[in-house]
Nanobody, 120 residues
Framework: VQLVESGGGLVQAGGSLRLSCAASGTIFSRNAMAWYRQAPGKERELVAHITSEGATNYADSVKGRFTISRDNAKSTMYLQMNSLKLEDTAVYYC???????????????WGQGTQVTVSS
């Protein structure tokens, strides 16, 4: 399984970015997907999650500003980030969860990360 993030960069506070995560080597439509982020000196945290059926949930810190979505035909997940704040600065990681049933359980895959830097 390969996950490749793109779309990160430098943006001013209040601006927008759209992250993409292209998946290969997996049956994308069956996977729950998520975006995580890790700021310097902090633990990796969940930003947004989307199930295989399209149900979503968000960290309180990004609710109303970020939108997670997926395009199963393109095997790609997105994160639309609006009204960016300085505290959104972090490396953003794509996560895919393959469910292999009760005997094997779930297997997590991670992308290499993409840097998002919000400046004042």
């Amino acid at each position: 399984v390969q996950l490749v993030e793109s779309g990160g960069g430098l943006v001013q506070a209040g601006g927008s970015l759209r992250l993409s995560c292209a998946a290969s080597g997996t049956i994308f439509s069956r996977n729950a997907m998520a975006w995580y982020r890790q700021a310097p000196g902090k633990e990796r945290e969940l930003v947004a999650h989307i199930t295989s059926e399209g149900a979503t949930n968000y960290a309180d810190s990004v609710k109303g500003r970020f939108t997670i979505s997926r395009d199963n035909a393109k095997s790609t997940m997105y994160l639309q980030m609006n009204s960016l704040k300085l505290e959104d600065t972090a490396v953003y990681y794509c996560n895919a969860v393959e469910d292999h049933g009760s005997r094997i359980g779930q297997i997590d895959y991670w992308g290499q990360g993409t840097q998002v830097t919000v400046s004042s």
